[in-house]
């Protein structure tokens, strides 16, 4: 059995630790990697509540072009309108 020279020893501790290092604390570490994860559920969680929304407007834009019934209701509600012909009552308290 032949002895390893000790710097050899040395320099594969060295090797390892610097290993370890960028393993833990490194660009690429087991920390910066969790919070990469969560940071995309996050961005996921967003991406999707995002998408309701839009679905949500698209159908209000198609239901707002494809009739008049629609524009009216918002016209009434939004503006306070009152179409030709009808009588406003308002009562109060």
């Known amino acids: 059995m032949s002895k390893t020279p000790y710097w050899l020893l040395a320099v594969l501790i060295a090797l390892l630790l610097g290993l370890q290092y960028r393993l833990w604390v490194g660009d690429g570490s087991l920390a910066q990697v969790t919070d990469l994860k969560q940071q995309i559920a996050e961005q996921r969680g967003e991406n999707q ?13 198609l239901e707002l072009k494809s009739g008049m019934e629609t524009v009216e209701e918002r016209a009434r509600h939004e503006l306070g309108m009152v179409k030709e012909g009808e009588t406003l009552y308002q009562l109060a308290e």
Do not use: D, P, T
């Open 49 to 61: 509540r995002l998408l309701e929304r839009n679905r949500i407007l698209e159908a209000e834009v």
